[in-house]
């Protein structure tokens, strides 16, 4: 787990919060931040291997957009 000076903050809309809690209950992760990171570091290492499509691309920015992320 990354050290407080290198970690940051990011904020989740309750629903998914909730949505992951009820994922991750009975699965070992003791945390949705520890289920969040190790999701994350997965698609990390994944991202350089398979990049995203422009259609995918798409999709994600106009999530972000409706969720308020970017402009």
């Given at each position: 787990?990354?050290?407080?000076?290198?970690a940051?903050?990011i904020r989740l809309p309750?629903?998914?919060?909730?949505?992951?809690e009820a994922?991750?209950?009975?699965s070992?992760f003791?945390?949705v931040?520890?289920?969040v990171?190790f999701?994350?570091?997965?698609?990390?290492?994944r991202?350089s291997e398979?990049?995203?499509?422009?259609?995918?691309?798409?999709?994600?920015r106009?999530?972000?957009?409706?969720?308020?992320?970017?402009d």
């Open positions: 787990m990354p050290t407080a000076e290198s940051r903050t309750d629903p998914l919060v909730k949505q992951i994922r991750i209950a009975g070992g003791a945390s931040e520890a289920f990171l999701v994350l570091e997965r698609l990390a290492e991202s398979v990049p995203f499509s422009e259609e995918d691309e798409a999709r994600i106009e999530r972000l957009r409706s969720l308020g992320y970017i």
